[in-house]
């Protein structure tokens, strides 16, 4: 950002029910409750939503607090490279910054995409995330995305029932490219059991199989698929520790603490020859928003968040053909709070 200029700070949580329970190894759930930061200068409008980390205990409510211990420094006005320094990634420093990307924009009246250094904005063909239940269940729920080109299940840790699974899914939707998510349910033992069946369904990637800090289980594990990073790197500092484990790079703005850093990772993790996905903590078009625009830079585009709350906001992403767009009028230099 240019020069700082003093703001308002306004913060609040919201609940996020979801339409239904949603289930993956180890978890089960039914809201994901957010926190909203809003700027005002009089004039302009930022916004950022963020849910934070749940498997780091970053809720909202610790976010809220640690918010508002920097109030005054962020009221005198701070610009995104600084605000890296005061905060740790996470969910407080993602909505925080994703709000100053936002009153950058209105100010400038330039788009946020544009200001990252894009030409323009395409619609990304985004994954469709099946959550983890019985593999009939699975197959019709995938088969009922009648317009997914892309499908991403979420798998429990059981090698069985995991490869039933995906064999469902893949006889029900012959088409659609396939990617799983472990969610960090597999051991050195138990993968291996596992990745003939994804091979046999044309799986196209296994994410987060292992668990966070056990990532030399994955020594001696022939890949017969890429494993992409997902709990395992958080921000730029533990891509550049890990990356070498991984063929693909999970970044999320909740995880890494806002778009500036999920640009930063998505542009090493080229520079270190790796692949490069975008994914989000569900949330509403409000936090799809920002990473609709690091998904401008990414391999894979996992942004399916909002379908699966009871309400999102207005006006909102859109879906269409298994692709998702999102207008200046969601975030940016047209939008209003």
């Not at 904005?121 to 997914?148: C, H, I, W």
């Not at 992409?228 to 891509?239: G, T």
Request: one cysteine or more; a negative charge; hydrophobic letters at 45%.
């Amino acid at each position: 950002m240019a020069a700082n200029v003093s703001v308002e700070l306004e913060l609040h949580n919201e609940p996020l029910p979801m339409s239904a329970p949603f289930r993956i190894a180890g978890h089960v759930f039914e809201a994901m409750p957010a926190t909203v930061v809003t700027l005002r200068d009089g004039m302009h409008v930022g916004r950022g939503e963020a849910a934070g980390v749940y498997y780091n205990n970053d809720h909202p409510e610790t976010m809220i607090a640690t918010l508002e211990a920097l109030r005054p420094r962020i009221e005198a006005g701070l610009d995104r490279d600084t605000l890296r320094t005061l905060l740790p990634a996470g969910g407080a420093r993602n909505a925080l910054d994703c709000a100053l990307w936002e009153l950058e924009s209105q100010r400038s009246g330039v788009p946020v995409w544009k200001l990252a250094g894009l030409e323009k904005a395409n619609k990304l063909l985004t994954t469709f995330t099946v959550g983890a239940d019985e593999p009939s269940v699975m197959a019709d729920r995938a088969a009922a995305y009648s317009q997914a080109r892309a499908l991403k299940l979420k798998l429990t840790g059981d090698p069985e029932l995991d490869a039933a699974r995906v064999r469902a899914v893949r006889a029900r939707c012959p088409q659609p490219w396939i990617g799983v998510d472990a969610n960090q349910g597999y051991m050195a033992a138990t993968l291996p059991l596992l990745l003939p069946a994804l091979v046999e369904s044309k799986v196209s990637l296994l994410e987060q199989p292992c668990v966070r800090g056990q990532e030399g289980d994955l020594d001696g594990i022939e890949r017969a698929l890429p494993f992409a990073a997902d709990e395992s790197i958080l921000d730029l500092a533990e891509l550049e520790a890990l990356h070498h484990r991984f063929d693909v790079i999970n970044i999320k703005l909740d995880k890494c603490g806002g778009l500036t850093e999920g640009l930063l990772m998505a542009r090493r993790a080229r520079e270190l020859g790796k692949q490069v996905m975008v994914g989000n903590m569900c949330g509403t078009s409000l936090a799809a928003a920002p990473a609709f625009v690091l998904g401008q830079f990414c391999d894979v585009v996992d942004l399916d968040g909002p379908i699966f709350l009871k309400q999102d906001r207005t006006p909102s992403v859109h879906y269409e053909d298994g692709y998702i767009s999102c207008g200046d009028e969601v975030w940016g230099p047209k939008a209003a709070a």
